[in-house]
């Protein structure tokens, strides 16, 4: 019995056994469907953080797309001054190189002469990963560069900025980097490329260019006479303006020494500096007209009749004032204390305006703050921290206060347009889309104004800025450069400061010297009279009609009731502000 009890025993561990297996394989299938569902749930979680957190532009040739999407630039005819052109480049992998290095860099140096053959192969035998032999080449040099066969030479599609116009208005255009970033990539770092970034490489305005103030053959203009004139008096620098009157359009911005933005490469901190919105000066007699301006429109001045005395220079203190030797001493009315420049008659104007007419009108011009224009490039004008008496009577005329180019030649738009202040631009403004400015002084008072610098160009310091049949208006002026807590007696700031036509101003033009030296046919004189003035002239000249201005020798701005104000004893007029 007890022997066939015990028979089934086997069967139950049997089937024991076969449980456990069973229940051991779902087990493990368990676990290989959860690494499974793991697998995907990763999976699944590394696609949502690429998609949150990923760059849209992660390819190279995204990128490429991003920087050939750049909107090109153009003046205010259309003629293009910035584009973006596709290009590629050539490089090499000096440690791939499977031909003969000697006979690829011979091909090379055919293909590309701007490097002779033993430059190539210097560059082929250098133990380096990579390295460029051409950032810039056509797709034709591509090409025959690819024929040569060499599997370790390779090449990329780039894009590449091109300014058509060489240096022409480079400070205003300026130039493309590397993005701080992302080396990669380009963005604007001065200028209009910098200033205008975002509108540049926005999509939703991709295709359409941005028109800016500029009218490239003014621009040229200015550019080709204040090149002439800096090399001939040997300056050290220049800037000019050519600024709507009516609008504060730039119609043209110049500074030298210039750079071009194709080629960076030598060109140093001054070629870069833009002296019209960067560069602030003590502009010296052009600063007479203001002064007057404000003693007209607050009622110091009631009469242009009125006499001031100039008989002798004027002490203040330990100061002296006085006028260059050779000017009438005498007492002067208002115009010819502009016509002769006298800073003893502008001083007892500024005497008796006080400190705060005289800031009243500088703040109305807007010399308390930068100049108001779309680029980043700009510097805050040096503006006396105590004004002290002396101060009002030297800023009067033009010292102790300093400016930049722009900001003059806007304070003479304002002067000359009927005495309304408006911000300058490098936009082109849509007709009858001017702001509405302010108001600084009275239409009157402008009128005034431009009759005395009409008056100081037919027979005054600004003679030489005349252009026939334009009816030039303008101021010269000469200051001595601040240096070392005092100035330097042995340069000065040469500037003229013109409007033209007076009868019904449309433009004004601006022309600087930095540190000009005396010639043979300028007798000795190094100041505006016969430097800076004889550029405006010219411009004016050659772009005049250009810009809309027919010239006329029959028309002119009436000044009969000013020229008996001018004494007629013969005085002798020196050339010098």
Known sequence: MTALAARPLPRRRESDQRH?????????????????????????????MIGLLADPQVSHEDRIAAALARDDIVDRNGSPLARTIEAWTIAVHPKQILGDRADIARQ?????????????????????????LDRHAAPSLVNQVHAIGEPAIVFEHAAERLYPQSMLAAHVLGYLGPNAKD????????GIERAFEDRLTNPV?????????????????????LGQAMDTFQARGAAGVVLDANTGEVIAMTSMPVFNPNKLQ??????????VTQSVYELGSTFKPITMAAALDDGVITNLGQKFDATAPLHVGAYTIHDE?????????????????????????????????????????GFDTKPDIELREKAHPIWPSYWARTTVMTTGFGHGIAVTPLQLANAYATLVNGGIWRPTTLL??????????????????????????????MKGTGRKGDAPGYRVGGKTGTGEIASGGGYDRSRNIATF??????????????????????TKDTYGWKTAAWNAAPVVGRVITRTGAMLGVTPDESRDIDVSNLTPLLAQTGDKLVDTR
């Open 183 to 190: 080396p990669d990539l380009v963005e604007g770092q001065a």
């Open 428 to 457: 082109k403004v849509a007709p009858g889309s001017a702001p509405q400015g302010r108001r600084v002084i009275s239409e009157g008072t402008s009128y005034k104004i431009r009759q005395m610098l009409r008056l100081i160009v």
């Open 108 to 132: 090379l140096a055919v293909l590309m002469p701007e490097h002779d053959e033993a430059w190539y192969l210097d560059q082929l035998s250098r133990n380096v990963n990579f390295l460029y």
């Open 205 to 225: 305005d991709r295709g359409n260019p941005l028109a800016l103030s500029l009218d490239s053959r003014v621009q040229a203009a200015m550019e080709s006479e």
């Open 497 to 518: 400061a013109a409007a033209f036509p007076m009868d019904a101003p449309r433009y004004v033009v601006v022309a600087m010297l930095d540190s000009p030296q005396a």
């Open 325 to 365: 030797r050779g000017d009438p001493q005498r007492w002067l009315t208002v115009p010819e204390i502009l016509i002769y420049s006298s800073n003893v008659g502008t001083a007892r104007v500024a005497d008796l305006m006080g400190a705060d007419r005289m800031q009243k009108i500088f703040r109305g011009m």
């Open 266 to 275: 030598g060109a140093n901190r001054e070629a870069l500096r833009n002296n």
């Open 20 to 48: 456990a297996l069973v229940a051991t394989a779902h087990v493990r299938l368990m676990m290989l469907m959860l690494l499974f569902a793991a697998a995907i749930l990763a999976v699944i979680l590394r696609l949502a």
